[in-house]
């Protein structure tokens, strides 16, 4: 998702956007660095003939086994490992395509992902995730920001007024579901900067 939708951006513009992607780089490779590193730990425990491995597998494990259905069951437990699995706790903040306007605003920080929650939206209560489901970028607006002229914003923005929101910033989400933009208080300028820093106009 993080390489795709910076293609599809890219591919969209008159003119090169060398940072857009060169992101996925700065954004992506800690992540791998991570993932081989818990990738190395697990193949490690599991083949490794050092002694401790091996004593853990072959003495422990036996004994740890039977509670294992039990600690399967623990929602708590499982959350973790899920959350672990799914990259969930993947963060982009020191990216340059997280942004925090000014002044600063409520909700989650620019480069975290967008937590899922129930909304109010055109009337209806909604899950964000649903809401920014579509492909492209999702400005959500709060309940009392003015509304921005949609014609410059591009051709991938999405508007969207979350009226269970109080305050008069908005959120720019990504197409990955990370927030890429945050501010307490519209402004068109530093909005339509990070716009063009993203390729979406």
């Given amino acids: ?3 795709g939708w910076k293609l599809a951006f ?10 857009l992607l060169d992101s996925y780089s700065l954004e992506r490779r800690p992540v791998a660095r991570q993932v081989l590193a818990l ?3 697990v193949f490690f425990a599991e083949s490794s003939t050092n002694p401790l491995p091996a004593f853990l597998r072959g003495t ?11 600690l ?10 899920v959350r672990v699995l799914s990259q969930r706790w993947v963060r982009y903040r020191h990216s340059a395509l997280s942004v925090q306007g000014q002044p600063g605003g409520p909700g989650p920080r620019p480069g975290d992902r967008l937590a899922d929650e129930e909304v109010n939206c055109d009337g209806r209560r909604l899950r964000l995730h649903d809401l920014t489901a579509r492909p492209g970028l999702h400005l959500l607006l709060q309940r009392d920001t003015v509304v921005p002229d949609a014609r410059p914003l591009g051709n991938h923005v999405s508007l969207h007024r979350v009226a269970s929101w109080p305050g008069h910033g908005l ?13 307490g208080q519209y402004d068109a300028g530093q909005l339509g900067a990070w716009l063009d820093l993203v390729g979406a106009r």
């Fill in 1 to 3: 998702m993080n390489l």
């Fill in 10 to 19: 890219a591919l969209d513009q008159v003119q090169g956007h060398d940072a």
């Fill in 39 to 41: 990738t190395h730990l």
């Fill in 60 to 70: 422990l494990m036996p004994v740890a086994a039977p509670a294992l259905p039990l």
């Fill in 72 to 81: 399967l069951g623990r929602p708590l437990l499982m959350a973790q490992v």
């Fill in 171 to 183: 959120l720019a989400v990504r197409p990955d579901g990370h927030v890429g933009f945050r501010t």
